[in-house]
């Protein structure tokens, strides 16, 4: 395994981050059941030891450290500035003069960037289009609404790699659109290989996440209350507006949590749909660690990428403080 | 063709749900500034028919009028008709005040006058003060109130109540009850009331609609309603009685208990088996010797305000209520009036058999 000789504040970091965690574990068992009901709650806080809490750590401790184990901010300045090594060794060999010769590698933040800027694009089509939908799912006089949540449901079982290649079979040069359309007469057209295809494939994916919580929040609002407001003069579009709406925020801000998350970290979709002319963050510390085995930098974009999420998870908590969309937020 | 004071008609109205009728050709009117409560038991189709001139269900067969125009198929925002739901369905997103105001908001009545009204209505209600609290921090009976408050401060023509203290306490229905009544004869208003607390229909109602199965057994006043049941079921829902197999001897004559009884009924003809209904409060204890028919006491349970026996006379067994005790296995006399015996045409088919 890469340098897993950790020095004996690797250690010492470990150690404090376990001591903390079994701490706020302990207190918990103080406040809530006692001992004996968070015994059977062992299996599960021993997994999270062990896959949650140690590689987190491990991931901090990496993102921190050199090749050598040495302690560095590098990592981070090397976010910044991917030329951020090369360009010392400019300076320092050509002093003063080097200025002109460097420059800053701007590939990390831009791709940061464009993964956020393509996430957000992906929720809010996902919203534009799942709201819709999950009204619709909800609708009490709509006999055919739990047909249609089964339906939503069905490819979800199948693996999302499956599901992706699936797009590719369609929107390949020889897939079966373009087949379909010179079949007809028409000339083909390039679908892949471009960021719109990489977006379709993300919306396609990520879609339930937004649609579920949605009509979650919705189904099980009292159906009363919308009789309430058409009784008090609303029609359909102002029950909407006026009453569901406002009541389904906590299952909407469940929604964009659930879609935004993993359309920031995606990864993959780019490739396979991208054609690699693409690329967004998932893939970029996918690549420090797996192609160019750098583990410090790709901890310290990983470690960014997780401080982001917090940051935006506590801001979406703000809106539904008592969880009631019962998503993640 | 329709009555001018009639407000609401309902003509021959049937409702299925998938197969099942609910309703089977009701037929039924309110007058204006009447109180009007639909009893019955669960799944008698009276909250369906509250729901029909609501507008939240539409009829599968006949037609609604309301001041003489057919609006059977008008939706609900359209109804010059407020309601107070079951279970309130409050906004849970609004406060009070804005609870209050919905209607007025959505009317784009000015703010001046919505601020005006909504506090008038919260005086009504007795929960000035209360604007700024969120509709979750109150209790039930304030809910109550203020879901009534919702309605009301429309204006509505009528106002629909579908078992509105439902929820509440004993002590804080009686209290709503009389609140309501009273709220009723000051504004003015129609109300139609949906109950299956005939105690609270008596109390409150111009007139008793009492329902079961999809079809109305009777409509009356509170007193006629009590006094004269149109049949067995409603004598045995509204109040309680003895309901007793007999046979009509001739007119003013009837034969139940192992005794000819004389009554004020006639016109049913000789030898005819009927229904025999008797308020339990209605029938006297006397000495052993002087009643028509004498019993034994089987039990006694203590009410509060009188003492309920059952007394064994031999073919059947009776209810008593008495505010004075008779022991237990004592024998004592049984006196009935002759206007206390309702007679009754036997109920057709399934409907005898239940009661």
Redesign the interface.
């Given at each position: 395994m890469y340098n897993m000789t950790l020095p004996w504040w690797g250690w010492a970091m470990m150690l404090v981050g376990l001591a903390a965690f079994i701490g706020m574990l302990i207190i918990s068992i103080r406040r809530n059941h006692g001992v004996k009901r968070s015994l059977f709650a062992s299996p599960y806080i021993l997994w999270m030891i062990l896959f949650t809490v140690v590689p987190v750590i491990l991931i901090a401790y990496y993102a921190f450290t050199d090749a050598n184990g040495v302690f560095t901010l590098n990592n981070f300045r090397n976010f910044w500035d991917s030329n951020y090594e090369s360009n010392k060794v400019i300076m320092e060999a050509m002093g003063e003069l080097g200025a002109a010769y460097i420059s800053r590698g701007t590939v990390n933040v831009d791709t940061l960037v464009y993964s956020l800027w393509m996430a957000f694009k992906c929720t809010v089509i996902c919203l534009l289009l799942g709201y819709p939908a999950a009204l619709f799912m909800a609708d009490r006089n709509m006999k055919l609404g739990s047909t249609l949540v089964v339906l939503f449901i069905i490819p979800m079982w199948m693996n999302f790699l499956l599901r992706t290649i699936a797009w590719m079979s369609l929107l390949e040069d020889n897939g079966l659109i373009n087949n379909f359309l010179r079949w007809l007469g028409f000339e083909g057209v390039q679908l892949m290989y471009n960021s719109e295809a990489v977006l379709l494939g993300m919306i396609y994916n990520f879609l339930p996440f937004m649609v579920f919580p949605i009509y979650t929040v919705i189904n099980k609002m009292d159906y009363r209350l919308s009789e309430a407001a058409a009784d008090l003069g609303c029609n359909s579009w102002k029950t909407l507006y006026k009453v569901v709406m406002p009541l389904s925020v906590p299952g909407v801000i469940s929604g964009i949590t659930m879609v935004f998350m993993p359309s920031v970290t995606t990864f993959f979709i780019p490739r396979m749909l991208g054609g690699g002319n693409t690329m967004m963050f998932g893939d970029l510390i996918e690549s420090k660690f797996l192609v160019e085995g750098n583990w410090n930098v790709g901890s310290a974009l990983s470690l960014i990428m997780m401080v982001l999420i917090l940051i935006s998870l506590s801001i979406l908590r703000k809106a539904d403080p008592n969880g009631e969309g019962g998503g993640i937020a | 063709m329709i009555e001018q004071e009639h407000l609401i008609d309902l003509k021959n109205i049937s409702k299925d749900f998938d197969g099942t009728t609910v309703l089977k050709n009701i037929n039924l009117y309110v007058r204006k500034k009447e109180f009007v409560t639909l009893l019955g038991p669960s799944g008698c189709g009276k909250t369906t028919t509250l729901r029909i001139i609501?507008?939240?269900e539409y009829p599968s067969e006949g037609t609604v009028y309301f001041e003489g125009k057919d609006i059977t198929n008008l939706?609900?925002?359209k109804r010059r008709?407020?309601?107070v739901?079951?279970?309130y369905?409050?906004?849970?997103?609004l406060n009070v005040r804005d609870n209050i105001a919905?209607?007025l908001k959505?009317?784009k009545v000015p703010r001046d006058e919505i601020n005006k009204r909504v506090d008038r209505m919260l005086d009504l209600v007795n929960l000035s003060g209360y604007g700024k609290r969120k509709v979750d921090q109150l209790s039930g009976g304030q809910q109550q109130r203020i879901a009534i408050a919702?309605?009301l401060v429309?204006e509505p023509e009528v106002l629909l109540l579908d078992e509105p203290l439902g929820a509440l306490d004993l002590k804080l229905r009686k209290e709503m009850q009389l609140e309501l009544k009273s709220m009723q004869q000051r504004l003015g208003i129609t109300f139609i009331y949906v109950t299956h607390d005939q105690e609270e229909a008596l109390t409150m109602s111009d007139t008793v609609v009492v329902m079961r199965d999809g079809h109305i057994l009777q409509i009356g006043d509170p007193k006629r309603i009590y006094d004269e049941p149109a049949n067995a079921f409603v004598a045995d829902f509204i109040g309680e009685s003895n309901i007793m197999r007999g046979i009509m001897v001739r007119d003013e004559l009837v034969h139940f208990s192992g005794y000819d009884f004389p009554c004020v009924d006639s016109g049913f003809g000789e030898g005819v088996p009927v229904d025999v209904v008797v308020r339990p409060e209605d029938i006297m204890l006397v000495g052993e010797d002087i009643g028509q028919i004498s019993g034994v006491v089987k039990s006694v349970l203590f009410k509060g305000v009188h003492y309920e026996m059952m007394i064994d006379v031999g073919e059947t067994t009776l209810k008593v209520h008495s505010t004075v005790m008779q022991p237990q296995g004592s024998r004592v006399g049984i006196n009935i009036v002759p206007y206390n015996i309702h007679i009754m045409k036997p109920m057709v088919k399934e409907a005898s058999a239940n009661v």
């Open positions: - | 609501g507008g939240f939706p609900p925002y008709v407020n309601t739901f079951q279970k369905a409050l906004f849970p997103h919905f209607g959505i009317a919702r309605a429309n």
